[in-house]
């Protein structure tokens, strides 16, 4: 019988000294924590969610024998959370606004687990903000916002809607995407962001788009410098909050099984 998969899932980050940031008591910390609609959707995959706290040697933390990589070989699989923006100075500019600067330290930690885990052979999965840092680690650019960038766009995000606001997607044919969902060629999903891909990193293929203005809304990798069995890829929607038998929203499911899937091949490679 198999053990259960443990994927690791990376941390949000509180920074108490951010601009604006008066709470008391613990809110006065450091903290790293995870959304649990995230560890809910990989939960409901019979999977265990693991978070994998910032222990880089040049991290927020002290220095520790555990580091990253330690994480990569001994988990599964890893799913990057939504969150703040990608600091702009990872794809070679500055912020455009000063509230576009982004989280430089989360950025740092999570591309190191990201290349920890690829090194290890293991499945990578980015929702949202992770799926925008993937794109930024393997050599590709963010548009920081879209409607000051391109604002013939339409509106990716509503706050006061936050995940309740939604639009349709495109799966481009031939794609791997697109075979999860056989005879299906769009949806509908959540949309929570105000940044998108500019320009798309080397090696990947996009495998959605928001057919409104063709903004990238899926990504894979396929082929490049690094192994291209690997299972690389990101979605912009958030599909921890897509309810389950929804009938408006797309069911996530088959994306999950897929990563899954992955993650029990990398654990018994041939």
């Known amino acids: 019988m198999h053990r259960p998969l443990l994927i690791g899932i990376s941390a949000r980050i509180h920074h108490p000294e951010a601009p604006g940031m008066t709470l008391p008591g613990v809110y006065t910390k450091t903290l790293h924590f995870l959304e649990q609609s995230v560890a809910r959707w990989v939960l409901s995959g ?85 799926f925008q840092l993937i794109n930024v680690t393997f050599g590709g650019s963010l548009l920081q916002d879209i409607q000051h960038q391109q604002p013939a766009s339409r509106a990716h995000r509503e706050l006061d809607r936050y995940e309740h606001f939604h639009h349709a997607v495109d799966f481009v044919p031939g794609t791997h995407l697109a075979s999860l969902y056989p005879g299906l060629t769009h949806a509908t999903t959540n949309s ?42 990101g979605v912009q929607w958030h599909p921890e909050f897509h309810p389950p038998g929804d009938p408006v929203t797309l069911d996530d499911t088959p994306i999950l099984l897929d990563f899954l899937a992955a993650a029990r091949a990398a654990q018994n490679p041939p």
């Open 46 to 130: 019979h999977a265990l969610a693991v978070m994998i706290p910032a222990v880089t040697k040049d991290s927020i933390l002290e220095r520790s024998d555990i580091d990253l990589p330690h994480y990569a070989q001994a988990l599964d699989g890893l799913v990057l959370q939504g969150g703040n923006d990608v600091a702009p100075e990872h794809y070679g500019e500055d912020p455009l606004h000063a509230d576009w600067g982004g989280d430089a330290v989360r950025d740092r930690y999570e591309m190191a687990l990201i290349r920890a885990f690829v090194a290890a052979g293991k499945p990578v999965f980015g929702i949202c903000r992770g």
């Open 192 to 233: 929570i962001h105000h940044q998108g891909i500019k320009a798309l990193a080397p090696g990947f293929v996009v495998e959605a788009r928001c057919p409104d203005d063709g903004m990238v809304e899926a990504i894979r990798h396929q082929g490049g410098d690094f192994d291209p069995k690997r299972w690389i890829a």
